[in-house]
Structures are given as structure tokens and as C-alpha cells.
């Protein structure tokens, strides 16, 4: 795992952030406890070397007319790198996924997949998933209800970098 060099106030900013990704700096530097241009520059190096990925507005799927959602087991013919490769190619070009995710067990690849209702997913399914020369077998699971997606990552885990340089809020 790699050594995570993030302060106190990285991991505020952070956790602000992931919560409000739309607070203004001033608001941002007050809240976490920081005067706003060393906040600012903080941000900026988060970003730059990756913690921050990107801003997004997160959208009600039902408000939206994408309130079905099937989560898609896949099981590709063969374990060859060049049909993984394939598969994941045309999966990531697939705006109706959401997530991918190579697992293990009884699937290769874990998919959720949002569509407007069951006869689009059917559509997905036959004109696009199954179209794949790859795809040996898939399992659906049709959501009932969801309860909680799209929740900011836990960040429980992380330690204070104790360094010359997280004592400082600059």
C-alpha cells in the first residue's frame, strides 16, 4: 500500500470537498480552519498530484429518467489478455455503465448499469452486451431499491503525515 503524506487539514480539505465539491475557497479555508490563499495552494497540489481525480455534479438518477439499475455479472470466454482487453475497451466506451469491476469468484466483471427501464436494458443486453464475441455468460441482478450510492469515500483510514511540513499550514 502506498504511504499516504496527507495532514490534518489535506484530510479536511478532502472530506470538505468530497461533501461540497461546489464550496468557494473562502468558505473551504474558513470551515477547515486555514486563512484561504495557503488553503488554495493546498487544493491545487491535492489536485495536482491526484487525490482530487475531478469536480462532478451528482445527479438524481430517477429525476433524470434513469431510475433502473442492474447489476451485471459477465463471464468472458477464456482469461486471454487480449480478450479482457477487448471486453474492457467496449465496456468503457458504454455510457449505460456506470462502474466496472474485474472480480473474482463465479463473474470476471462486476457492471452497473443504468438505463430509463427494463425494455432499454434489454436493448443494452442483446444489442450491445451480449454482442461482445467475448461474452460467454451473464447474470443479471435488477435493484429493488437503493439505499445508498454514490456516498463519499471513507477516510477513517488515512494517518496524519507527521513531517517537518504537515506542521506548518502552509
Given at each position: 500500500?502506498?504511504?499516504?503524506l496527507l495532514d490534518t487539514f489535506d484530510r479536511k480539505i478532502i472530506a470538505a470537498l468530497q461533501s461540497d465539491g461546489r464550496l468557494a475557497n473562502v468558505d473551504l479555508?474558513?470551515?477547515?480552519?486555514?486563512?484561504?490563499?495557503?488553503?488554495?495552494?493546498?487544493?491545487?497540489?491535492?489536485?495536482?498530484?491526484?487525490?482530487?481525480?475531478?469536480?462532478?455534479?451528482?445527479?438524481?438518477?430517477?429525476?433524470?429518467?434513469?431510475?433502473?439499475?442492474?447489476?451485471v455479472g459477465v463471464r468472458i470466454e477464456g482469461h486471454a489478455n487480449d480478450r479482457a482487453g477487448s471486453f474492457e475497451d467496449a465496456v468503457l466506451g458504454m455510457s449505460?455503465?456506470?462502474?466496472?469491476?474485474?472480480?473474482?469468484?463465479?463473474?470476471?466483471?462486476?457492471?452497473?448499469?443504468?438505463?430509463?427501464?427494463?425494455?432499454?436494458?434489454?436493448?443494452?443486453?442483446?444489442?450491445?452486451?451480449?454482442?461482445?464475441?467475448?461474452?460467454?455468460?451473464?447474470?443479471?441482478?435488477?435493484?429493488?431499491?437503493?439505499?445508498?450510492?454514490?456516498?463519499?469515500?471513507?477516510?477513517?483510514?488515512?494517518?496524519?503525515?507527521?513531517?517537518?511540513?504537515?506542521?506548518?499550514?502552509?
Amino acid at each position: 500500500m502506498a504511504t499516504l503524506l496527507l495532514d490534518t487539514f489535506d484530510r479536511k480539505i478532502i472530506a470538505a470537498l468530497q461533501s461540497d465539491g461546489r464550496l468557494a475557497n473562502v468558505d473551504l479555508a474558513q470551515k477547515i480552519g486555514l486563512s484561504p490563499s495557503p488553503c488554495l495552494r493546498r487544493v491545487k497540489r491535492l489536485e495536482r498530484e491526484g487525490y482530487i481525480a475531478s469536480y462532478r455534479a451528482s445527479l438524481d438518477r430517477v429525476r433524470i429518467g434513469l431510475g433502473f439499475t442492474v447489476f451485471v455479472g459477465v463471464r468472458i470466454e477464456g482469461h486471454a489478455n487480449d480478450r479482457a482487453g477487448s471486453f474492457e475497451d467496449a465496456v468503457l466506451g458504454m455510457s449505460e455503465v456506470i462502474a466496472c469491476h474485474m472480480v473474482s469468484g463465479t463473474v470476471d466483471y462486476l457492471l452497473e448499469v443504468v438505463v430509463p427501464d427494463l425494455a432499454h436494458y434489454q436493448e443494452f443486453l442483446i444489442g450491445k452486451l451480449l454482442a461482445l464475441s467475448m461474452v460467454r455468460e451473464v447474470q443479471s441482478s435488477i435493484a429493488i431499491n437503493t439505499l445508498k450510492a454514490g456516498a463519499p469515500l471513507p477516510l477513517d483510514h488515512l494517518h496524519v503525515a507527521q513531517s517537518s511540513n504537515s506542521r506548518s499550514a502552509t
